[in-house]
């Protein structure tokens, strides 16, 4: 059975940091893409950072690069987060999710529709 679950979640003030794990299992993510997503209350959800499948390429979006860094570790079916410099606007449930990289394609997508793997999610809360 696949599965993706997030760690716990919590709650940081702002400026504080928090790590974020995801645990795959069913398959081997050897050849996913995989990606960190998240929702806000009253927000649509967005794609905050992408690893390919080695681990060599990662992509972050605006509100987030240099404070957030994602991993993976292909051995243990491992995907991580780590948050640092948070915001009051990352208060948000964070999804882990991925999706299997297939020929011709030779890159991952941070668009939701492509992630068929995805987690239940987990809540972050950041006080001001």
């Known amino acids: 059975q696949v599965q993706l679950v997030e760690s716990e979640g919590g709650s940081v003030q702002a400026g504080g940091s928090l790590r974020l794990s995801c645990a795959a299992s069913g398959f081997a993510t050897t050849r996913y893409c995989m990606a960190w997503f998240r929702q806000a209350p009253g927000k649509e959800r967005e794609g905050v950072a992408i690893?390919?499948?080695?681990?060599?390429?990662?992509y972050y979006i605006d509100s987030v690069k240099g404070r957030f860094t994602i991993s993976r570790d292909n051995a243990d079916n491992t995907l991580h987060l780590q948050m640092d410099s948070m915001r009051a606007d990352d208060t948000a449930m964070y999804y882990c999710?991925?999706?299997?990289?297939?020929?011709?394609?030779?890159?991952?997508?941070?668009?939701?529709?492509?992630?068929?793997?995805r987690g239940q999610g987990t809540r972050v809360t950041v006080s001001s």
């Open positions: 999710a991925a999706y299997r990289l297939s020929p011709p394609a030779r890159s991952c997508s941070l668009a939701w529709n492509f992630y068929n793997y």
């Open positions: 690893i390919n499948t080695s681990g060599t390429f990662t």
